[in-house]
């Protein structure tokens, strides 16, 4: 191996002192999760996070920065789109997941049929593009897109937290080896700090601004929609606290659930005020991305008596379903994604991180990827994961287990259009990183998947692009043998960057 490929190989005593840094700053720090969301009193721990950061190539990195204002044009592009596009494909398939998809779309097309409440013109996109690195061949590699996310993105505030003590570290010389000479020890490397917590931040501040402007209103407040017994808390809170310092913005928090004894919709001009009497410019999603944060129906009905406020949502119902993996899926085919994106050179910028999605249903592709399903040729289906219409980690179905899965659950092929099959990109585990979780240390292969943040802000009523934000970045690693990485769930953690 090359010697800029290299981790530090630290002694027994060294390792100990580093932890101790890492404990240290993690807790002064707020780089800190609950350990589990039953019993959250008292069970801080450091979250968990890789001890190095991890080397990528600084060329796939900034193509990963260079094309999120691009992304966000697209998507703002959607969402603007006269003929709404958006709503015509989702309402092709939203009746196939009617716990889900097809609640949102109900309560998408119950709120633009409403006569009563004043409709809010802005809307306000916090987004996260994840990418994992295909290695195209020994010398060359790629970034490909895994996912676009338009609710609930998180870890900005932890990403930033991580990559300053990523950098501490390595300018404090914690990362010299005695022995060995590794590219660390010789400042070949570049550790970029990611500032997602304060641009996360700073967009937020934007939907307030604009929402002051337009109602004519001042001390306006955030609210941010929650899940009780987030594990994850610590990421959410350095953004309402950074709000709060940076802008002297407040923040309110509540789960959908708590609506009724917490928030007034006035019924002459539909503003929506918390409990203590303060206007809310901005609902922020940090729940209801998944079925499990609708209890009952009046959860659904609290999600459309939100949505149907003055207040700017982030996201919207629709920008929410614009996130859908059917979007994704449709925006790979040329003709879709020129619709919303005219420049040859942008489209292209865009294609080069698109891995084959197939549709499952009755085009060409469609059938082929059928037939690929039914005859489960394993050489050919281990190319592939199969994704349903849902966020949030833990809902994708991998390689053999696909056929199986469909057959038995849904034996009508009718239903399997609401899936998408998209082929696994091919990235190459790193070793020589460690994992730190729970104050255990694990020396395993890792692969790393690199988010970047980026923000819009649209005007329905002018049909513009009033900001467009590339926000930071994220870098998340899992354990090279678990299919997915969801931090919070258990199976990944948080890291950052060594450039090459
Ligand atoms: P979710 O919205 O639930 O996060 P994702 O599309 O991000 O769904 O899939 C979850 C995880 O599955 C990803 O973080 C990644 O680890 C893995 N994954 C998803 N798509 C691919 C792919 N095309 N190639 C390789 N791994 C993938
Ligand atoms: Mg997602
Ligand atoms: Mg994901």
Not at 399 to 414: C, G, Q
């Amino acid at each position: 191996m090359s010697l800029e490929y290299t981790y530090p190989k630290l002694s027994s005593e060294a390792t100990k002192n580093l932890i101790n840094e890492v404990n240290h700053y993690s807790l002064s720090n707020g780089l800190v999760m609950y350990k589990d969301n039953k019993n959250l009193a008292n069970e801080t721990a450091v979250a968990p996070i890789t001890l190095f950061p991890t080397i990528i190539s600084k060329k796939d990195f900034i193509k990963a920065v260079e094309s999120q204002k691009l992304y966000n044009k697209l998507y703002a592009n959607i969402l603007l789109d006269e003929q709404n596009w958006l709503s015509n494909e989702i309402s092709k398939i939203s009746f196939l997941d009617p716990e889900f998809t097809g609640k949102l779309y109900d309560l998408y097309v119950k709120y633009e049929s409403d006569k009563v409440y004043k409709k809010q013109q802005l809307e306000l996109g916090i987004f996260r593009n994840d990418f994992l690195i295909d290695h195209l061949n020994e010398n060359q590699t790629a970034i490909k897109e895994v996912e676009f996310n338009t609710i609930s993105v998180s870890f900005g505030g932890l990403s930033n937290k991580v990559s300053k003590l990523h950098k501490f570290l390595h300018d404090s010389d914690f990362y010299v080896s005695e022995n060995e000479k590794t590219s660390f020890d010789n400042q070949l490397l570049e550790v970029p700090v990611s500032d997602s917590l304060q641009n996360i931040a700073r967009s937020l501040k934007l939907g307030v601004d604009s929402f002051e402007k337009q109602q004519d209103k001042k001390d306006t407040i955030v609210l941010f929609v929650v899940q009780p017994n987030e594990r994850n808390v610590f990421d959410q809170r350095l953004v309402e606290y950074e709000l709060y310092n940076a802008y002297n913005i407040k923040s309110k928090r509540i789960t959908i659930d708590e609506i009724d004894s917490f928030i007034k919709k006035s019924e002459s001009d539909s503003q929506l005020y918390y409990d203590n009497g303060a206007l809310i410019s901005v609902v922020y999603f940090r729940s209801c991305y998944s079925p499990n944060d609708f209890l009952n129906a009046k959860s659904w009905e609290n999600r459309l008596y939100l949505e149907s406020s003055l207040a700017v949502k982030v996201p919207s119902l629709k920008m929410q379903l614009a996130g859908s993996k059917k979007i994704q899926q449709l925006l790979t085919k040329n003709e879709v994604l020129t619709k919303f994106i005219s420049d040859d050179s942008e489209v292209k910028t865009l294609t080069d991180t698109f891995v084959k999605i197939y549709p499952l249903d009755d085009t060409i592709d469609g059938k082929f990827a059928k037939d690929l399903i039914k005859e489960n040729d394993p050489s050919k289906i281990s190319n592939f994961v199969l994704k349903p219409q849902r966020e949030g980690g833990g809902n994708n179905v991998y390689k053999h287990d696909i056929n199986p899965f469909l057959l038995n659950k849904y034996p009508d092929e009718k239903e399997w259009d609401g899936f998408i099959l998209m082929e696994l990109i091919k990235s190459v585990p790193t070793s020589g990183n460690v994992i730190l979780r729970n104050n255990q240390l694990y020396n395993v292969d890792i692969l790393s998947e690199l988010g970047v943040f980026g923000s819009v802000l649209i005007d329905n009523s002018s049909k513009q692009i009033l900001s467009n934000t590339y926000d930071g970045w994220l870098l998340r690693s899992k354990l090279s043998d678990s299919n997915e990485g969801g931090v919070a769930a258990g199976f990944g953690c948080v890291d950052s960057l060594a450039l090459i």
